[in-house]
């Protein structure tokens, strides 16, 4: 997998107004400000002129930036999220009521080795390798995700959109073998649109969580990776 040549790219400072960034965006594709101030306060307070942020409970003081490292108590990992693990392409938060559009990533830290890279998958990607009757079929069909019930692929107000989470939709119901044997083909057809983005230290890489599916390969247990994940609903 390599880098895209399409990727949107800005210096912190010289990176258009929220408007044109909303814009970029909207068209589907991440786009990277380097050199982003590596601070909380200021990524809070980039975000919320972009879109409300989402605060939860584990985030740091209860805000909005979770700090995505390798966590262990007891010698567990806290969290899948404070894990070394590999992260499939999935969408963030399929569970929740309402999920946020937008996802930002900070890299505080890249990994020393190399490892632990971003992964995504473009919905427009998907749209152009589906025949008409796969994207029916994806759309008509609804799966559990948590409470709730919701079909992958979708499509409101003349727009497609995306939700995935094969680890959600597996933890919360008991699937049937056919149902398995197609999300393993999904997975691979996913993963076969996929591509990569290294992240470097100070890229804060901006995302749409409904028109993309990302994940990250795996990293070493003792990595200091660090990244702050901002989550929020722009409008
Ligand atoms: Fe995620």
Redesign the pocket.
Known sequence: MEEPGWLISYQWGEHPNEATIKEDLQQGYPLVIKNFPLSDEELQSFISRLGTALNERRNNNGKSVFDVTIVRHNNFFTSI?NSNLA?PL???CADFDTIPNT?GLLCMEPDEEGQGTNTFMLLSSLLNHLTEDEKQKMLGKKWKFGNQLRSILSFEDGNYALCYDRITMESFSRLEVTEIDELNKLDKLFKSLSFEIKLEKGDLILFRNDLML???DKIHTDSKRWIK?IRFDMK
């Open positions: 999220a992260f999935h969408t963030d996802i990302h994940g990250r994940r």
